[in-house]
């Protein structure tokens, strides 16, 4: 299957930074990714559709410019979390979808990233 | 209202049971569906997707999808215990670009 590597797995910064978490599709074309948050014992939250070559589109709630998203090529999208802070705090995930796999849907997703503010 | 419920459980089964999970969801306009398991700390896996309303089976799982009813569950025949994680429901929305999940639904299977 398709596979999304995400990186980094693990990360733990200082209230006011940033940090950047990259998601690459390592052997396909993703012309969209998307990115999840999810609290402990809690479903994934739907942040934005990141789209390559345009931006971002982000739902209800989620603070664009605290949530950086890039998406410059098919194969590699960003998540910058700007100026952090201890709520930011949760495991984010990106997934993609394989273009030539569009007519089935299925979402592949990276390992995610756990992010800690301290 | 939200766009995917599910039964958070958590649900247990002792082994070799059947393990029935069920999800509905908001939009009527919605495409596909997805059931996908989630291990602690780990991120999802797809275990199966299905379009049309009825049946579809693969190995010990079978999905049912009703859009009348807008209702779609996850029958898992001769449960094993490594079946034991979180079940998540998701659904590609209207416009067939934006994934919503269910909160989940935990389950233990017990040997």
């Known amino acids: 299957g398709a596979v999304v590597s995400q990186h980094p797995s693990r990360v733990i910064c200082k209230s006011g930074t940033s940090v950047k978490i990259e998601c690459r599709s390592l052997?396909?074309?993703?012309?969209?990714m998307f990115w999840y948050r999810q609290f402990p014992k809690k479903s994934l939250m739907l942040m934005a559709t990141s789209n390559e070559g345009s931006k971002a589109t982000y739902e209800q709630g989620v603070e664009k410019d605290k949530f950086l998203i890039n998406h410059a090529s098919l194969t590699l999208s960003t998540l910058t979390v700007t100026s952090a802070h201890p709520e930011d705090s949760s495991f984010y995930i990106c997934s993609a979808r394989d273009l030539e796999l569009a007519n089935t849907g299925e979402l592949f997703f990276g390992e995610g990233s756990r992010l800690t503010v301290l | 209202q939200k766009e995917v419920e599910q039964n958070s459980g958590p649900l247990s089964v002792p082994e070799g049971a059947i393990a029935s999970l069920n999800c509905t969801y908001s939009?009527?306009?919605?495409?596909?569906f997805f059931w996908y398991r989630q291990y602690s700390g780990k991120s999802p896996e797809l275990i199966m997707f299905i379009y049309s309303n009825g049946d579809k089976e693969d190995g010990r799982f079978t999905a049912q999808l009703n859009k009348a009813s807008q209702y779609v569950s996850l029958l898992i025949r001769d449960s094993q215990p490594s079946d034991s994680a979180t079940y998540l429901c998701a659904v590609n929305g209207r416009t067939g670009n934006q994934f919503y999940f269910g909160t989940g639904t935990s389950l233990t299977v017990i040997p």
């Open positions: 052997d396909f074309q993703a012309t969209t």
């Open positions: 939009d009527r306009g919605s495409q596909s």
